[in-house]
């Protein structure tokens, strides 16, 4: 494994080869909870600076912990709450430089100061956000919210 700034290729280049891996990683796997494990664990090795990576995922209307990797979190997230909550309301991709400065911000990591969500929709119904937390203000670029949302296209065909 590698991680976004130890490869030779450009940011998007280094992103495409972990989509590569990602669909090899699930290719024939059709477990929701297996697949969002090594979705994890694959983007938690492959992204440096950040503290927290992982799923929420929607059950009775609201957000509830997935598989993730970093430090114990917040179990229930409601819609429209914090940056995860806010994303899934809206069902659009959320890229925070400073959560600090986000309103009704949910803090279940005190090192976490930027964040990007990015929902997961297949046909049309919400199934949960991807949530990856950096303790560095303005760690997510543009390239990161493009491939991110490639990522999270490729993993929503296998869930």
């Known amino acids: 494994?590698?991680?976004?700034?130890?490869?030779?290729?450009?940011?998007?280049?280094?992103?495409?080869?972990?989509?590569?891996?990602?669909?090899?990683?699930l290719e024939g796997e059709a477990?929701?909870?297996?697949?969002?494990?090594?979705?994890?664990?694959?983007?938690?090795?492959?992204l440096d600076r950040t503290n927290w990576v992982g799923f929420y995922l929607m059950e009775d209307g609201e957000l509830v912990l997935g598989p993730f990797q970093g430090l114990p979190a917040c179990v229930r997230i409601p819609l429209g709450k914090g940056v995860c909550g806010t994303s899934a309301s809206n069902k659009k991709t959320l890229r925070i430089e400073d959560v600090h400065q986000f309103p009704g911000h949910i803090a279940c990591d005190a090192a976490s100061q930027s964040e990007i969500v990015?929902?997961?929709?297949?046909?049309?119904?919400?199934?949960?956000?991807?949530?990856?937390?950096?303790?560095?203000?303005?760690?997510?670029?543009?390239?990161?919210e493009k491939m991110l949302t490639e990522f999270a296209d490729v993993l929503i065909k296998f869930l």
């Open 31 to 46: 477990n929701q909870i297996a697949n969002l494990s090594n979705a994890s664990a694959l983007l938690n090795q492959f």
């Open 118 to 144: 990015v929902p997961l929709i297949k046909d049309g119904e919400l199934l949960g956000v991807l949530d990856i937390d950096s303790p560095e203000k303005g760690r997510f670029d543009e390239i990161d």
């Open 1 to 25: 494994m590698f991680n976004v700034e130890s490869y030779r290729g450009t940011k998007e280049e280094n992103y495409r080869l972990v989509i590569k891996q990602l669909a090899a990683l």
